[in-house]
């Protein structure tokens, strides 16, 4: 059962575009959402966050939507940069208690490809 | 302000062999967890560690464990190595252990051979 799922595996962006990406979650519980980056061989680095107390937070070329009642969210990156090709993972998170406490359950990611 | 530490970077074993992997946390973060990124799957979460006992673990065999020293720092150990566990290991820190940002170390390759 995928709790957290991105349904595009790539998404192929031209440089000073605007590249959107989406991810979808099933639990009620979760109430705060992450996106990472990740390139090959490295850790995951955190970009920007989001609870579920908001609907929007924005942190520069980086923007989060989150639409509660359709369980969606989704990264807005605007202007697209090619230093921005990477694997995006969003995660997500519960309240304390149960047994998703303390842990992030992530989507399968998306490639985003930014072309000069 | 120094990141989350892994070593080994890499690691090549046999089947059935154990393996000991190491992480150090963002200083003055308590919470460690372990993720496993096998070839083609996204991060599975392994174990969250905070103040040295073990707070949650996911859908793993017990054959993976670890711990948590008083120093913050983790040790995860996997036994009876399969061929299945070959994976990327990353450990990542945090303040606390919900509603905090998880902030990655660059991860141990693991092969079995």
């Known amino acids: 059962d995928q709790q957290v799922k991105q349904n595009s595996p790539s998404l192929s962006v031209q440089e000073g575009r605007i590249s959107i990406l989406n991810c979808d979650y099933t639990?009620?519980?979760?109430?705060?959402f992450l996106w990472y980056k990740k390139y090959p061989a490295e850790g995951p680095t955190f970009l920007i966050s989001?609870?579920?107390?908001?609907d929007k937070n924005e942190d520069g070329r980086f923007t989060v939507f989150l639409n509660k009642s359709a369980k969606h969210l989704s990264l807005h990156i605007v202007p697209s940069q090619p230093g921005d090709s990477a694997v995006y993972f969003c995660?997500?998170?519960?309240?304390?208690?149960?047994?998703?406490?303390?842990?992030?359950?992530f989507g399968q990611g998306t490639i985003l490809t930014v072309h000069p | 302000e120094a990141g989350v530490t892994q070593s080994p970077t890499h690691l090549i074993k046999t089947r059935g062999q154990q393996v000991t992997l190491r992480c150090s946390p963002i200083?003055?973060?308590?919470?460690v967890y372990w993720y496993q990124q096998a070839l083609g799957l996204g991060l599975q979460f392994l174990l969250w560690?905070?103040?040295?006992?073990?707070?949650n673990r996911g859908n793993f065999p017990p054959r993976f464990s670890g711990r948590q020293f008083p120093n913050y720092s983790s040790e995860l150990n996997v036994n009876a190595l399969e061929l299945e566990d070959s994976a990327l290991y990353l450990c990542?820190?945090?303040?606390?252990?919900?509603?905090?940002?998880?902030?990655f170390g660059p991860g141990t390759r693991l092969t079995v051979l």
């Open positions: 989001i609870s579920s107390i908001k």
């Open positions: 200083s003055g973060h308590t919470s």
């Open positions: 639990n009620s519980m979760f109430d705060y």
């Open positions: 990542a820190s945090s303040l606390v252990g919900t509603n905090n940002e998880q902030f």
């Open positions: 995660a997500a998170t519960p309240n304390a208690g149960g047994t998703s406490y303390g842990k992030l359950t």
């Open positions: 560690y905070d103040e040295g006992e073990e707070r």
